[in-house]
């Protein structure tokens, strides 16, 4: 594979809904899955590089197997009935190794996402198909119809497991915020009934609270060693 379609998911959607700061599964998950494949493809690259336009590369391309459904040399390839020759096998025998080099990176940085699974089912797709072509079972052209096939049915995996994934994350995401909201909403009624509750408890106090005495002024008046005194 010369690159890899990127997961993306539409969570701009659910801008907005994160009754927290803090990210729900869902989006945090998306971020985690496409950063993986992001990771993958970037390491493929880097990996494929140069291999993709080496003189092995390009002959495959040219005279084998066709890159892709788009290739300028696609219709001369799928018409070819010619099986390989002796030379021919010895080149894709020789060949494979080097061109399966970077496969490894990307079933590796897949790991833990549900794309892995749909990675390796086209590359067993790719090897049945060079498996049968070496084996003589098949023509060039036969198995470039093959591969244009196994091209397309990874598309359609790929998008499916999206389209599924997409779904099982929006679901979670909108069962996080209704029960974030449901726990804001059930935390703001106790605020509430606590607040009554104290408020009619300082009532209490104030309606059952003595009644302060009056205040007593006392004077008094000294009449030679007699005090009279007299309060109010």
Not at 123 to 145: F, H, P, Q, R, V
Request: contains cysteine; hydrophobic residues 35%.
């Amino acid at each position: 594979m010369s690159r890899l379609i990127l997961l993306t998911f539409l969570l701009a959607s659910f801008a907005g809904q994160s009754f927290a700061q803090t990210k729900s599964y869902a989006e945090a998950e998306n971020e985690r899955i496409n950063g993986r494949l992001i990771y993958a493809n970037n390491k493929f690259n880097a990996c494929n590089n140069d291999i993709k336009n080496s003189a092995i590369a390009i002959r495959m391309r040219e005279t084998i197997l066709v890159d892709n459904d788009s290739s300028a040399n696609k219709f001369s390839l799928l018409i070819n009935k010619n099986k390989l020759s002796t030379e021919q096998f010895e080149f894709v025998k020789d060949a494979l190794p080097i061109l399966s080099k970077c496969r490894q990176v990307v079933i590796e940085e897949q790991d833990n996402t549900p794309f892995q699974i749909v990675t390796l089912k086209y590359y067993n797709s790719m090897d049945e198909i060079y498996l049968k072509l070496l084996k003589g079972e098949i023509t060039i052209g036969e198995a470039n119809e093959a591969k244009l096939k196994a091209l397309s049915q990874h598309k359609i995996d790929w998008t499916n497991v999206s389209n599924e994934l997409q779904a099982s994350l929006r679901t979670r995401h909108d069962s996080e915020v209704a029960e974030k909201r449901q726990a804001a909403a059930t935390l703001q009624q106790q605020q509430f009934q606590r607040q009554m509750m104290y408020q009619q408890q300082m009532q209490n106090v104030f309606n059952n609270r003595p009644p302060i005495p009056p205040t007593v002024t006392t004077n008094c008046t000294t009449l030679g060693n007699q005090i009279n005194c007299t309060s109010r």
